[in-house]
Every structure is written in C-alpha cells, then in structure tokens.
C-alpha cells in the first residue's frame, strides 16, 4: 500500500491508473477505523481495481473547536490495518494540503442540510458536502462508498452528485454492528464502559419499532412512540433526534406510513452523540462483527 500526503502525487499515480483503463474507488473516512470502515473497503476491493482510502479529519464539518480536537486519532494502526485488507492508497492529507489559506467556496444545501443532524449541528454537511466535493474532484473515482448508518449524510451525497453532475456511482453499505447490536462509530472508542453498555438501548429501540411493524403496524406516531419509550428506560442517554424520513427524499412521513421508511436515532451520552438507523421492513440491513 502506498501513503499520499499531497494532492500533486496521488493524482500522479491515478492518472498512470486511469490510462490502463482501472476502476477507482473511493472510501472517504476520517480514520480511528474500525470494523465498518474495514467493510466499506472490501467493497471497494471487490468492485474496483484500485481503492483509494482516505483519512482526513475535516476540520470544517466539526461545530467546536473542542470536538475537532478531541477527535479520535489512530493513523499509525489506520494504515497498518488497511495495508492488511489489500488497500492499494491511503490518502492521509495535512489540513494545510486540503485547506490552503484563503479558502471560500462552499458547497450548501437549502433543505436537507438543515433538518435533523444539520439542524444540531449547523454547518456540519455544509462542511461535509465540501469536502466531498473537493476530493470527488481530486481522485476522480468511479464509486464512492458510505455507510449506511450515517444516513443523511448519504441521501445529501446523493442529492449533490445528482445535483451538480459529478460523474461518480454513490455505493451505501450496510451498517457494521457490534455483537451486541450497537453500530460500529468511531466516537465509541470516547464512550465510558458505563455509557457503551447503556448504548444497547439503540438497537433494542429500533428493533422494538421493528417488530411492531412486522406485525403490521403502519401509524407513524404509534412507532415513534415505541422507539421513545424503549429509550427513556435508559437514563444515561440523552434522546436528541427520533424521527421517521422518506428512504429516497428524507420527507417526512404521513401519519400513516405507505413508502419506504427509515428510522432515524440519536442519542447522546455524556458528551457523546450516537447515531443509528432502520430501514423499517428491512430484516438484513446490518452486518455484525464476530469481535
Ligand atoms: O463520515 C465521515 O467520516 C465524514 O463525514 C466524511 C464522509 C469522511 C467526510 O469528512
């Protein structure tokens, strides 16, 4: 596995690549990898002939100072883990190599980056959609790939591609989860014992909203209930978003629910906001490690 820290040489390599015809992907993370990130790259792996993976923790998409710094960090472990799945680059930036001084453009969202996670933490997907934007154009790969726990984040990289033509194929990937169910995330490396033991209430919340709609259970309002109560049984946790969106749009959904639904979860502990998603109706929308 080669390491690029410039923009200048990995172009160079990709160039040589795209001229022999090769197939890029992309996996845009932000390191302190864990099994999810992993999955995402044996995608790549499997559907292209090169794989680009980068680690660059953007600081435009954090809304505190504090949280940026406070970000987990591993690259040393990062890239010896990716040099054993088969990563052919690992694209690791400086700040200053992505964010020269006097940067102004921005790619924004009138709708979707206003709602639900973009509502708590504003100007986090206008950083997150700029990134993106900057590195479509620097790798020119020809699949992306995301993690479907990040589900807004998907559907506005989504929206962008097709909104601003970017000739590249957006792959979502199932959520990677923990034996216990918990969805694998970078910020559970900052959880305390207490609070990850605690953050099984996620799972059993949205499996709870699950089986209720299994059993065919079609009242927004009812599910919505279901998934609050089943959180509040946990104290640790602080409920910030419990919400049911359109899988394709992210409308929100009439009372009675008719198109593909996902449920959309966060909860924080202690300083520690967690994520998760269902697709309601979806029994294998998940991969869970062995670890
Ligand atoms: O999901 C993430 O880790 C980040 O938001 C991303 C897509 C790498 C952009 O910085």
Redesign the pocket.
């Known amino acids: 596995m080669i390491v690029f820290n410039t923009i200048k040489n990995l172009q160079a390599t990709l160039t040589k690549d795209r001229e022999k015809g090769k197939i890029i992907g992309f996996v845009?993370?932000?390191g302190a990898l864990h099994a999810g990130h992993l999955t995402l790259a044996r995608h790549s792996l499997a559907t292209c002939q090169r794989t680009v993976f980068?680690i660059?923790?953007?600081p435009k998409?954090f809304c505190s100072d504090e949280d940026f710094s406070s970000y987990p960090r591993s690259l040393v472990k990062d890239v010896a883990l990716l040099a054993k799945v088969g990563v052919d680059y690992c694209f690791a930036p400086s700040v200053e190599e992505i964010w020269s001084e006097g940067h102004e453009t921005f790619v924004d969202m009138d709708q979707l980056s206003r709602v639900l996670l973009g509502k708590q933490r504003p100007g986090h997907f206008r950083?997150?959609a700029t990134?993106?934007a900057k590195?479509f154009n620097i790798i020119g790969a020809n699949k992306a790939f995301?993690?479907e726990k990040?589900f807004q984040?998907l559907i506005i990289?989504r929206r962008m591609v097709k909104d601003l033509a970017f000739p590249v194929e957006i792959v979502g990937v199932p959520t990677c989860r923990d034996p216990d169910g918990v969805a694998s995330s970078?910020r559970n490396l900052l959880l305390t014992a207490e609070d990850r033991k605690a953050a099984v209430v996620i799972p059993q919340s949205w499996r709870a909203v699950e089986r209720l709609y299994h059993a065919g259970e079609r009242s927004s309002k009812r599910l919505l209930e279901v998934a609050r109560k089943v959180l509040e049984k946990e104290k640790r946790g602080k409920i910030e978003i419990i919400d049911l969106r359109n899988v394709e749009t992210f409308a929100n959904v009439e009372e009675a629910i008719k198109k593909p639904t996902v449920l959309i979860l966060a909860v924080r502990f202690g300083k520690i906001q967690l994520i998760d998603q269902h697709i309601l109706g979806s029994n294998a929308s998940c991969i869970y490690t062995t670890e």
Do not use: A, E, K, Y
Request: hydrophobic share 45%; net charge negative.
């Open positions: 845009p993370t932000m980068m660059f923790v953007n998409q950083g997150v990134i993106l590195t995301f993690g990040d984040q990289v970078s």
